[in-house]
């Protein structure tokens, strides 16, 4: 068996990248995809010769290759001058008598691939073979349909694409396997006629498709299930594929660096990022995409409509309540307007200290074990300090420790006495025990406490972080006025608005997914509790922190589900004050991915 690689491509879209270099000399963790695809071909110790379609930048690919090979592979060499004005169609057709004199490996050289699948194809009974995977968002380019027994029975070239038939769909990897019979009596005698009748700037794939029009199912699926591809077109696809392939030290940073967008990796089951599992129904989903279109085209109100609807939202007054572009952007506003000293028990959600100086931080720190701590504990230690403002997020993040709301009333009452402003982030408030009597959104609350400031994140407790949504309410009305003028005027985007504005026909459903989300969290709890290496807290949010007992470090466990499970968790060695206690954070999710969470860990 031989193998063609097709690289004469100029990888425009690359950019700066292969200003130098044709596309397969991108290095990817270090490595050159050349390199990667000619050591996987001599690992496999059965090809006879490797012949390379070069074009763009051949002379610096073949000094590159040079004589490196030489003892594990027989390489040859075919030169597209006409790189720039056609497509692979005719850098394969530049091979065709090669093609037709023995079974072939066919690759593109635009890939990154764990060397696994070629054995995968190799193996497979078929002569004539396609590695696929099951369609994902990613995924761009030529998709095929399946028969029953797995056969393609349709090439679906990108401009006949349909989001109607997404789920039918499978995307070729570009790696084929042609018997020589196939070559010789079929695909190059079609090859040949389609270059003479369309010319040479297509790709040969459309000679497939026209072969299975005519002759039916012939050509295998083999799935590329549980091994890693990526295809590298732009610096997008490069940047996830450095993260999907990089090794054990520096994958995590990769990961954590990226501060979410998580679905650019359709097969990694997060634990890391906090959302609702049950909320929104698919009933509110489907109101959200028939409006799509509008929403899409359309300004979204200002500051005065979209108070509106957070006050009707939360029962609160519109002139009490700001809504921000997530939390976060009112956290820096907030933080950024508060003056002296802040009281902030640690560990905490970092989007807050980070916001100050560490000069003006009074940090209060528990001694329990299982990171306990109560409202008196903080009126007890902050009595004699001198702040001017009190932090509590409740339930706490990354511990989940819950203050009652009748003790944070207390503490509201007595930071009143003191002078001192109360902030308490309520944003996982939601998930507690007895949740629709814990939140302080309220507006007789508000009044009654007017130092008091509450903030909620809607993109955690309600399952929309994609829709970046957060609120802050106060009584105090110069300090919310001046908020709502530290934002941007457009802070918050028509879906966004949309969703607020729908919200009330299904607080029902809220209710029901939060009831559903307590019981999840019991059952998950006695799951992850039965793991010999892991002590776990107990938590009122929606999620565990975890104590990881040997043999494992939390950097280790954190590293291992990543690489074998594609599991994601946070590990929060790191965080301020939990340096060396060797905890990880993981998410509630629903049963399903629970489950497969604990299997994982089981089978660590």
């Known amino acids: 068996m ?16 292969t200003r130098e270099d044709t596309k397969c000399m991108v290095p990817v963790c270090g490595q050159r995809l050349i390199d990667r695809t000619l050591n996987a071909l001599a690992d496999l110790g059965n090809i006879s010769r490797v012949l390379i379609v070069t074009g763009y930048k051949a002379d610096r690919l073949k000094a590159h290759i040079g004589t490196r090979y030489d003892d594990r592979l027989k390489i040859a060499y075919r030169h597209n001058p006409d790189y720039a004005r056609t497509n692979n169609i005719y850098s394969l057709s530049l091979a065709k008598e090669e093609m037709q004199q023995e079974d072939t490996l066919l690759i593109e050289s635009d890939l990154i691939f764990d060397p696994q699948l070629l054995r995968r194809l190799i193996s497979s009974p078929e002569p004539d073979a396609a590695l696929v995977a099951k369609y994902e968002p990613w995924m761009d380019g030529t998709m095929v349909r399946l028969d029953k027994s797995g056969y393609i029975v349709s090439f679906v070239p990108k401009r006949a694409f349909s989001y109607a038939d997404a789920d039918f769909y499978y995307k070729t990897v570009n790696i084929y396997k042609f018997s020589r019979d196939f070559s010789r009596n079929k695909y190059v005698p079609f090859l040949e006629a389609y270059c003479k009748a369309m010319g040479n700037n297509e790709y040969y794939e459309q000679v497939l ?6 002759d039916g199912a012939g050509m295998k699926a083999v799935p590329a299930d549980g091994l890693k591809w990526y295809e590298i077109d732009d610096v997008q696809d490069l940047d996830i594929a450095e993260t999907i392939f990089a090794d054990k030290e520096e994958i995590m940073r990769r990961y954590n660096q990226r501060y979410g967008g998580h679905w650019r990796f359709p097969r990694m089951l997060d634990f890391c990022y906090l959302v609702n599992p049950y909320f929104p129904t698919e009933r509110m989903r489907d109101e959200l995409r028939a409006n799509f279109d509008t929403l899409l085209t359309e300004y979204p109100s200002g500051m005065y409509v979209n108070s509106l609807l957070a006050g009707k939202y939360f029962g609160v007054k519109q002139e009490h309540i700001v809504v921000g572009n997530g939390a976060a952007e009112l956290i820096k506003s907030l933080m950024e307007k508060t003056k002296g000293r802040v009281g902030i028990p640690f560990p905490t959600f970092e989007e807050y200290p980070n916001r100050r100086e560490g000069t003006d931080i009074e940090p209060f720190l528990t001694s329990d074990p299982d990171l306990r701590y109560s409202a008196d504990d903080l009126m007890s230690f902050f009595a004699d300090k001198d702040i001017s403002a009190l932090l509590l997020i409740n339930p706490d993040n990354p511990s989940g420790n819950f203050i009652p709301k009748a003790d944070v009333l207390r503490l509201a009452a007595w930071a009143e006495q003191q002078g001192v402003r109360l902030v308490v982030d309520e944003s996982f408030v939601d998930f507690s025990e007895g949740f629709r009597d814990n939140s302080l959104l309220n507006e007789e609350v508000l009044r009654q406490y007017p130092h008091l400031i509450v903030v909620k994140s809607i993109s955690k407790s309600y399952g929309v972080p994609g829709l970046r949504l957060g609120v802050l309410a106060s009584a105090d009305q110069p300090l919310v006025d001046w908020i709502k003028h530290d934002v941007s005027i457009w802070n918050i985007n028509s879906f966004a608005e949309f969703y607020m504005q729908i919200y009330g026909k299904y607080v029902a459903d809220y209710d029901h997914a939060c009831d559903c989300f307590v019981e999840e969290r019991k059952r998950f709890m006695n799951r992850l509790s039965k793991v ?14 975890c104590q990881v007992l ?19 968790i946070r590990d929060c060695n790191t965080k301020k004050t939990l340096e060396g ?24």
């Open 2 to 17: 031989q193998a063609i690689i097709l690289a004469a491509g100029m990888g425009r879209r690359l950019g700066e990248v």
């Open 550 to 568: 040997p043999p494992y470090t939390s950097a280790e466990l954190t590293r291992q589900l990543l690489m074998k499970h594609d599991i994601l």
């Open 581 to 604: 206690r060797n905890v990880v954070r993981i998410a509630v999710r629903d049963s399903k991915d629970n489950d497969q969470l604990v299997e994982a860990l089981k089978h660590l």
């Open 209 to 214: 498709r026209v072969l299975t029009l005519i």
């Open 532 to 545: 010999p290496f892991l002590r776990v807290l107990p938590s009122q949010a929606n999620y565990f922190l």
